[in-house]
């Protein structure tokens, strides 16, 4: 039962002996102090619950039947709700009673943000993650700086450029990771390489500023750095300075959407810079390296980049939480997020049908990176384990009893998940379990034997964007 309650009308009383001793006569009529009592907005109407809420003077001792509520506060239940009331007039301001308050309903709003984004409405994919539940206590950080290994990226998209910080472009060797002319044409010589661009879209296109979409992170640094070219003769060594400039800018994540046109082994020294990524940046935390499995239908084998121990991989599901015909699988697959389809591309314009693991993959790089803008504490390991943990097991397939599916990896990536299982109870600097089994924590790096096979077959550094 309920009783409104319009406060203007409320009556204040007098200090009386006791705190608990009630009259059976009302207390003469006097105008309430609203401040001191209740609401500046003397004429607010609220709710009133059977029950009385009170904050005591230290060493007072409260009514039998209270409810602590923790310090000096505590709740008494009362017979109705008039009876709260009456209660609460008469022991406001006595000896012992700093405040004595009727339980009310104070109607509440979950201070969603909101967003002016012309294309986010379209962007399906952030409803199926609840990413809204994310936006709600974080745009992110810009603290927390997220390198994109990728072919050209637009660093002068109006999305983009009041995120960029220290650009890169391992393909030529300068400071200008912005797509070539004629790169990527199937005819004409216009910008046709929007793959690099679209990626970065998905992690950290920026919020209400009337611009394309809304990324992952969108309050989040970008790293852009260009590593894929047209004709690209897939050197290495431009690989491994790709990796070397994300160490040296800090990146707290790396999204990296290709990988080799074959299966081969890792090469060592790859290896080992994507090692090092994962564990010398924010000070020894490391950063979260991230590949999408790659778009061939096929098994990824246990000495891919997919399968590095410090690498997170990640398949692609549809917007029905489906299986891409596409993407590939395995033991090495960690977790599966929708592909991205929604997203921008250079110039001003936006994208409609961007696909394949490439537009997974930045779907995690960007919750990766909104989750150390929250809980910068982690290292790379743990969030690794965070985001393991938190993916959720498809209802459509059977996942082995360890809980991993060679599609879906431990489960598709979830918002609400990750808000849960960031903020729990458990102390911020509590050590992760050990990786789950059957992650991308597989094998390490090929034997040298392997490499120089392959080395001699030509298929070192042949790259695609997936």
Same mark, same amino acid.
């Given at each position: 039962?309920?009783?409104?309650?319009?406060?203007?009308?409320?009556?204040?009383?007098?200090?009386?002996?006791?705190?608990?001793?009630?009259?059976?006569?009302?207390?003469?009529?006097?105008? +309430?102090?609203?401040?001191? #009592?209740?609401?500046?907005?003397?004429?607010?109407?609220?709710?009133?619950?059977?029950?009385?809420?009170?904050?005591?003077?230290?060493?007072?001792?409260?009514?039998?039947?209270?409810?602590?509520?923790?310090?000096?506060?505590?709740?008494?239940?009362?017979?109705?709700?008039?009876? *709260?009331?009456? $209660?609460?007039?008469?022991?406001?301001?006595?000896?012992? +009673?700093?405040?004595?308050?009727?339980?009310?309903?104070?109607?509440?709003?979950?201070?969603?943000?909101?967003?002016?984004?012309?294309?986010?409405?379209?962007?399906?994919?952030?409803?199926?993650?609840?990413?809204?539940?994310?936006?709600?206590?974080?745009?992110?950080?810009?603290?927390?700086?997220?390198?994109?290994?990728?072919?050209?990226?637009? /660093?002068?998209?109006?999305?983009?450029?009041?995120?960029?910080?220290?650009?890169?472009?391992?393909?030529?060797?300068?400071?200008?990771?912005?797509?070539?002319?004629?790169?990527?044409? #199937?005819?004409?010589?216009?910008?046709?390489?929007?793959?690099?661009?679209?990626?970065?879209?998905?992690?950290?296109?920026?919020?209400?500023?009337?611009?394309?979409?809304? @990324?992952?992170?969108?309050?989040?640094?970008?790293?852009?750095?260009?590593?894929?070219?047209?004709?690209?003769?897939?050197?290495?060594?431009?690989?491994?300075?790709?990796?070397?400039?994300?160490?040296?800018?800090?990146?707290?994540?790396?999204?990296?959407?290709?990988? #080799?046109?074959?299966? /081969?082994?890792?090469?060592?020294?790859?290896?080992?810079?994507?090692?090092?990524?994962?564990?010398?940046?924010?000070?020894?935390?490391?950063?979260?390296?991230?590949? *999408?499995?790659?778009?061939?239908?096929?098994?990824?084998?246990?000495?891919?980049?997919?399968?590095?121990?410090?690498?997170?991989?990640?398949?692609?599901?549809?917007?029905? @939480?489906?299986?891409?015909?596409?993407?590939?699988?395995?033991?090495? +697959?960690?977790?599966?997020?929708?592909?991205?389809?929604?997203?921008?591309?250079?110039?001003?314009?936006?994208?409609?049908? #961007?696909?394949?693991?490439? %537009? *997974?993959?930045?779907?995690?790089?960007?919750?990766? $990176?909104?989750?150390?803008?929250?809980?910068?504490?982690?290292?790379?390991?743990?969030?690794?384990?965070?985001?393991?943990?938190?993916?959720?097991?498809?209802? /459509?397939?059977?996942?082995?009893?360890?809980?991993?599916?060679?599609?879906?990896?431990?489960?598709?990536?979830?918002?609400?998940?990750?808000?849960?299982?960031?903020?729990?109870?458990?102390?911020?600097?509590?050590?992760?379990?050990?990786?789950?089994?059957?992650?991308?924590?597989?094998? %390490?790096?090929?034997? %040298?034997?392997?490499?120089?096979?392959?080395?001699?077959?030509?298929?070192?550094?042949?790259?695609?964007?997936?």
């Amino acid at each position: 039962m309920w009783t409104s309650l319009l406060f203007s009308s409320l009556l204040t009383a007098h200090a009386a002996p006791s705190p608990w001793q009630l009259s059976a006569e009302r207390p003469p009529t006097a105008t +309430v102090d609203p401040e001191r #009592f209740f609401f500046p907005q003397a004429d607010q109407t609220l709710r009133v619950l059977p029950a009385v809420v009170l904050t005591l003077a230290p060493d007072t001792v409260p009514p039998v039947g209270a409810q602590h509520l923790g310090g000096v506060s505590y709740r008494l239940p009362m017979a109705s709700p008039e009876a *709260a009331i009456e $209660a609460a007039l008469l022991w406001a301001g006595r000896d012992g +009673v700093d405040t004595a308050w009727p339980d009310v309903i104070l109607p509440r709003v979950r201070a969603a943000v909101s967003f002016d984004d012309p294309h986010y409405p379209g962007q399906w994919y952030l409803e199926e993650l609840d990413a809204q539940v994310m936006f709600d206590r974080s745009l992110g950080d810009p603290a927390i700086r997220v390198a994109v290994i990728d072919s050209g990226i637009d /660093i002068n998209h109006p999305d983009l450029v009041d995120a960029v910080d220290d650009p890169y472009d391992a393909w030529s060797d300068d400071d200008d990771p912005s797509p070539n002319p004629g790169e990527y044409c #199937f005819d004409g010589d216009g910008i046709c390489d929007d793959h690099g661009t679209a990626v970065a879209g998905v992690v950290a296109a920026r919020a209400n500023n009337s611009e394309g979409i809304v @990324g992952l992170c969108p309050a989040c640094t970008l790293i852009p750095i260009k590593l894929l070219g047209d004709g690209d003769d897939g050197r290495l060594s431009a690989d491994i300075a790709a990796f070397e400039h994300a160490i040296a800018a800090d990146a707290a994540v790396i999204n990296n959407s290709w990988g #080799f046109v074959e299966s /081969i082994p890792v090469p060592q020294p790859l290896a080992d810079v994507i090692d090092r990524a994962a564990t010398e940046p924010r000070g020894g935390l490391g950063a979260v390296v991230i590949f *999408a499995a790659g778009n061939d239908n096929r098994e990824i084998a246990d000495n891919e980049l997919q399968a590095l121990t410090s690498v997170l991989c990640v398949s692609a599901t549809d917007r029905y @939480g489906q299986p891409t015909a596409y993407t590939n699988q395995g033991d090495s +697959v960690d977790v599966s997020a929708p592909s991205a389809t929604v997203t921008i591309a250079p110039g001003q314009d936006v994208l409609t049908t #961007f696909g394949g693991t490439s %537009a *997974a993959a930045p779907v995690v790089s960007g919750m990766a $990176a909104w989750a150390l803008s929250v809980r910068p504490e982690l290292s790379a390991e743990d969030l690794r384990q965070v985001l393991i943990d938190a993916a959720q097991p498809s209802p /459509i397939v059977t996942h082995d009893e360890d809980g991993h599916h060679p599609i879906y990896g431990y489960g598709e990536i979830s918002g609400q998940a990750l808000v849960d299982a960031l903020f729990t109870d458990a102390p911020a600097d509590e050590p992760a379990d050990e990786p789950a089994a059957g992650g991308c924590h597989i094998a %390490a790096a090929a034997p %040298a034997s392997s490499m120089i096979l392959a080395l001699s077959a030509g298929l070192v550094g042949r790259r695609r964007r997936r």
